[in-house]
């Protein structure tokens, strides 16, 4: 691990996202895919500590398992709590605790 990448203790909570923009939003001559979703876009993925509020987040070339996993241990001490959602890529987290949130009984 490099010098500016902090190591988190935990609890932290991991996700990915796709950054680049709304096709719909885009002017007809730059969209990259008619129905949207993720082609053109970067995945992100980022941790943030729950007791310091520090975050940090990496472009990554893939979301596989391996890709998220690698980043989510690699930022976090031996036994820290690691709060995602309940995507299967991020069961069996090597090192940490992991608890997952059910997103889809979440209310807004």
Known sequence: MDNETPEFDGPVEVDEAYMGGIEGNKHASKRTH?????????????????????VHAEVTESTSR??????????????????????????????????????????T
């Open 66 to 107: 391996k890709a998220l996993q690698d980043v989510a241990h690699r930022n976090t001490t031996e036994g820290a709590t690691a709060y995602t959602d309940d995507h299967k890529v991020y069961r069996g987290i090597e090192g940490v605790s992991h608890q997952t949130v059910n997103t889809r009984s979440v209310s």
């Open 34 to 54: 008619p129905d949207g979703g993720t082609v053109g876009k970067v995945a992100v993925v980022g941790i943030k500590d729950q007791d310091t509020g520090q």
